[in-house]
RNA sequence: GCCCAAGUGGCGGAAUAGGCAGACGCAAGGGACUUAAAAUCCCUCGGCAGAAAUGCCGUGCCGGUUCGAGUCCGGCCUUGGGCACCA
């Protein structure tokens, strides 16, 4: 018989075509039908193109998309470009070629290389940040956060990357190198955009009840932000009366209180200043103190430093003793109140400080064990000892009588404090959004009106940031110098501009509406898109991304722009793809993968098929060629099924329940995310047909459809060719029989003592006792059980029994 | 140091609620077809013993719970990821 070959180019080549012409993935405005949003993470189009991680979450919600089609959604599968960043002006610097040019060369590059791969994309909807009728948008989210009081200005030590010349977030700052260059990062003080996602801080854990998120993530997420429970108590400076107010979690230790510690920033050092009897000494160690970066303050853990305030004490306020107040780099001024007082007997820090400068420690949570020679921390309970008043308490109760009694006198209060700092916005870089912004020196910092947004980007010859740490737009004088918007008079534009992150805070909701020139989307479009339902991106994007866009949703719904708490309902996170050697793929181990050469000698269905073979989807797992031949031998084996197809629109009497399992199965696991498994299941059906030697029309056509949405091309074709009705993009999801699923014979194992001996054909669904009837009559185990006592008999109908016998 | 994953054949992995460990695929070995090779098809494929039937052992390590543990509990080890002087 004539067969034709498996042409896989030809093949993908046409229904790319016909999609793209007929527009089949196109996502309806038409709000009667139900919806679904399936998002990804836009990616950054960098020059070296495409690499194989990005389609295993590609592919994963294109499968989910293109199921919920069939299941009668008007889905949504959208696409862009997060085209701002370092990258690509660090290339545009160094070969002289506008930015603006190579974002658009790599954004073409990598449509082609996505629509290579069939995706189900609504390409109409596109969007990319660095188009100034989406940064508009950006630029005017800002002025609303500007406009509440969220988006501040503040002179601040920030991460200053000696290569980028340019200031990090301390996200951006990997073990005291930048994250992009992997230069040296130093403390630089500058006036830096802030955006007060603190104020955000209990409302972004708090909703995380309320979103399908996996675990992971929130705990992650949880743990990023950081909330502590206790209370600031006031410290009394016995010389002047001034006040340290110090934050503590454990305020039921303040008997154990021996010295209090400043950190070299803080401002009460410089008032104490006159009474300090070691002037020079407190000045050289806060001069050192400041000279190293903030990773060089956090790797020096080895040993402690720190200078004694002569001439000055602390008075406890609990029992008036005296304390000696220090100054060490251990405390940081950005977190607390910038000065703690130090429980040395059970916190490991202030015992090695103790230690290392004789102060004294005292045990004030009973442990058994001799706090002076290491400090006892496992005191989340316990009995209070030398505690005066709350001796003999439990932790628990003395927490609350010291706070109890420390509110009553006026001493301290309760408080909670996040780990969480605000976000640093600032960027001395050309490539980003302009902050529209106007400094007047009579009205300050002015906001652009409205109507003269979008700010576009200057052409400017040089992109490099002046030695300073300007940006390049510092020297464009025809462009900063302008009017102010309030007073009409002589101003000066901002010339930071944004980073990285806030164009991918909030494209989902452009998506939406990609054309609307009066607002960032419409108010009934949202209604009807929001939530995104199912949101799939990377876990790296887990405390910076996906924070930050959860924050300016909530801020765009407190000022009534969007209809939803949250952004995303449901959020999972794909494994990393490694190379063939087990390590991360990159140029430098020479292990990347191109996925270009994949599609070129296998075809796009055999890498979507093989990307969701290849392990758990959520977990790190290494690249195979042998594997990738596997999946092409499948699809090839698929593709000649149409040689032995059979009349027949129904299932065969051997088919059938293993048909309807498959359409369970397979259905499931796509809602799990086990796409492994679902393929495995088809693999098996391909078994089945082969042993037949026969596909009936109705099994290839369910066959078909399953396997459509990992591999849709030649599915589409197979359709065509046996001559099916329309195509699967228009058709439906098969449906299954729950009672089909279930086999009327089940094998059930017998055990003697949980040692399988036996294993027996029962009728489905037979009780228990005439399960234990037909196992003990069963040869095996009347012989194995003559003359020993049986002691029980454990029966699990439809699955074991399980005899326990007594010796003989 | 703290938090989160993971550890199963030669390899990727499966086992959805505590009930047949190793589905599916790859690699390997044997065979069929072929002048030959490739492709394809068939068989074998965790270890030990055995001709076989079969038996014993086996899911990182040590214990525990249970009739029964890859799965639950306690304690470790290793790898990966995140955080890290956060009071």
């Not at 030590?157 to 990997?174: D, M, Y």
């Not at 009934?524 to 994007?541: A, C, R, V």
């Amino acid at each position: 018989m004539f067969e034709m070959k498996y042409d896989f180019t030809k093949i993908e080549k046409k229904w790319q075509d016909k999609w793209a012409k007929e527009e089949t993935f196109r996502a309806s405005d038409d709000t009667s039908k139900p919806k679904y949003y399936a998002l990804v993470e836009f990616p950054y189009p960098s020059g070296h193109g495409l690499h194989v991680g990005h389609p295993r979450s590609y592919t994963a919600l294109d499968i989910v998309s293109r199921k919920r089609r069939l299941e009668g959604y008007n889905v949504l599968y959208p696409m862009g470009w997060d085209a701002f960043g370092l990258p690509t002006e660090n290339y545009a610097i160094k070969n002289k070629i506008h930015p603006k040019k190579v974002t658009a060369a790599n954004v073409a590059n990598f449509k082609k290389q996505l629509q290579s791969l069939g995706f189900s994309i609504d390409w109409s909807r596109e969007v990319n940040t660095t188009d100034p009728a989406y940064y508009k948008w950006t630029q005017w989210i800002f002025l609303k956060l500007f406009e509440k009081g969220l988006a501040y200005k503040q002179e601040m030590p920030i991460n200053w990357c000696t290569s980028c010349r340019v200031g990090l977030a301390n996200e951006e700052v990997v073990d005291g190198v930048c994250e992009r260059c992997g230069s040296q990062v130093v403390q630089k003080s500058k006036s830096q955009w802030m955006l007060k996602i603190t104020a955000y801080a209990q409302r972004l854990i708090d909703d995380l009840d309320d979103v399908d998120f996996i675990e992971k993530v929130k705990i992650q997420q949880r743990n990023w932000i950081g909330r502590s429970e206790g209370a600031e108590v006031k410290f009394k400076v016995g010389e002047t009366g001034d006040e340290i107010l110090v934050y503590t979690t454990r305020p039921d230790t303040l008997f154990g209180a021996t010295y209090t510690v400043l950190s070299p920033e803080h401002p009460l050092i410089d008032t104490l200043m006159p009474l300090i009897g070691n002037k020079d000494e407190v000045l050289a160690y806060r001069a050192l103190a400041a000279g190293k970066s903030e990773f060089e303050r956090s790797e020096l853990t080895k040993e402690k430093t720190g200078a004694a305030l002569a001439g000055v004490t602390a008075l406890n306020p609990v029992n008036g003793e005296k304390l000696p107040i220090w100054i060490s780099d251990y405390v940081m001024m950005t977190y607390g109140t910038g000065a703690i007082m130090a429980v040395p007997a059970h916190d490991t820090r202030d015992w090695e400080f103790a230690k290392k400068f004789g102060l004294p420690i005292v045990e004030v949570v009973a442990g058994g064990r001799d706090v002076q020679a290491e400090a006892y921390t496992d005191v989340t309970a316990g009995v209070m000892v030398n505690s005066g008043f709350l001796s003999g308490l439990q932790v628990k109760d003395a927490i609350r009588a010291i706070i109890d009694d420390l509110e009553a006198k006026g001493l301290g209060s309760r408080k909670v404090n996040y780990k969480l700092r605000d976000w640093v916005f600032s960027r001395q870089r050309y490539w980003g959004e302009p902050i529209p912004l106007v400094h007047c020196d009579r009205c300050g910092w002015v906001a652009l009106p409205e109507s003269e947004l979008p700010l576009t980007l200057p052409e400017v010859e040089n992109y490099e940031p002046t030695d300073n740490g300007e940006s390049p737009l510092a020297k464009m004088d025809a462009w900063v110098n302008t009017a102010c918007p309030a007073c009409g008079g002589a101003a000066k534009r901002e010339t930071d501009t944004m980073p990285q992150w806030a164009g991918s805070s909030w494209y989902f909701l452009r998506y939406i509406d990609p054309h609307n020139d009066k607002v960032l989307a419409s108010d009934e479009l949202m209604q009807y898109w929001l939530p995104i339902d199912w949101y799939n991106g990377g876990m790296e994007h887990t405390t910076l991304h996906l924070l930050y866009s959860r924050f300016w949703h909530k801020f765009l719904y407190d000022i009534g722009v969007v209809p939803t708490k949250e952004p995303y309902q449901k959020r999972t996170s794909h494994g990393m793809i490694l190379g063939e050697n087990n390590e991360k793929m990159s140029k430098s181990r020479g292990n990347v993968v191109n996925p270009d050469d994949i599609v070129q000698q296998f075809g796009a269905d055999t890498f979507r098929t093989y990307e969701m073979f290849i392990g758990a989807f959520d977990q790190a797992t290494p690249w195979s060629m042998q594997g990738v031949k596997g999946c092409y031998k499948f699809l090839e084996r698929v593709w000649n099924l149409k040689g032995i197809l059979a009349a027949g629109e129904g299932y065969s009497a051997e088919m059938e329940s293993l048909m309807h399992k498959a359409v369970k199965k397979v259905g499931d696991d796509i809602e799990r995310l086990k796409f492994n498994t679902a393929i495995a299941t088809l693999m098996s059906l391909v078994n089945d047909f082969s042993r037949l030697g026969r596909v009936t029309r109705g099994e290839f056509k369910t066959f078909l459809t399953l396997l459509n949405p990992i591999a849709p091309h030649m599915t589409e074709e197979l359709w065509a060719v046996c001559g099916y009705a329309g195509t699967i993009a228009g058709g439906k999801w098969p449906v299954y029989d729950e009672a089909k699923t279930v086999d009327d014979q089940i094998e059930i194992v017998l055990q003697i003592n949980g040692r399988i001996r036996d294993k027996l054909l029962v009728a489905a669904g037979l009780d228990k006792d005439a399960t234990q009837k037909a196992a003990l009559e069963s040869g095996k185990i009347k012989e194995l059980t003559e003359g020993r006592q049986i002691v029980k008999v454990i029966v699990v109908p439809g699955k074991l029994v399980n005899v326990v016998v007594g010796g003989k």
